[in-house]
């Protein structure tokens, strides 16, 4: 079984940054696409940025050039580097493994405000 919690989520202001980690359960990097969703309020969930198997990644339009994921093989970590963060950023954000069908971890909420 699969098991993702994420961290560091919270409140920031307009313009700020946040950095998501989501820690995996085991070695699982080699198998699974890691990714980062977001449900705005009132909104369907969103691909934010994925990374597959092979290292290479895809982030959504709206947040290109502002946002970026990474991974750590030795720690087992995922990680959402979030930088200019605007008010429409606000979400909670989900850590996924296996794309829509995967393994999912709880969500964290990202609120960006004054």
């Known amino acids: 079984q699969v098991q993702l919690v994420e961290s560091g989520g919270g409140l920031v202001q307009p313009g700020g940054s946040l950095r998501l980690s989501c820690a995996t359960s085991?070695?699982?990097?080699?198998?699974?696409?890691m990714g980062w969703y977001r449900q705005r309020p009132g909104k369907r969930r969103e691909l934010v940025a994925d990374?597959?198997?092979?290292?290479?990644?895809n982030i959504a339009d709206a947040v290109a050039g502002r946002f970026a994921i990474s991974k750590d093989t030795a720690r087992n970590t995922v990680y959402l580097q979030m930088n200019n963060l605007q008010p429409e950023d606000s979400a909670v954000y989900f850590c996924?493994?296996?794309?829509?069908?995967?393994?999912w971890g709880q969500g964290i909420q990202v609120t960006v405000s004054t």
């Open positions: 996924n493994a296996g794309k829509e069908a995967g393994y």
């Open positions: 990374v597959n198997t092979g290292g290479f990644t």
């Open positions: 085991g070695r699982i990097f080699n198998l699974y696409t």
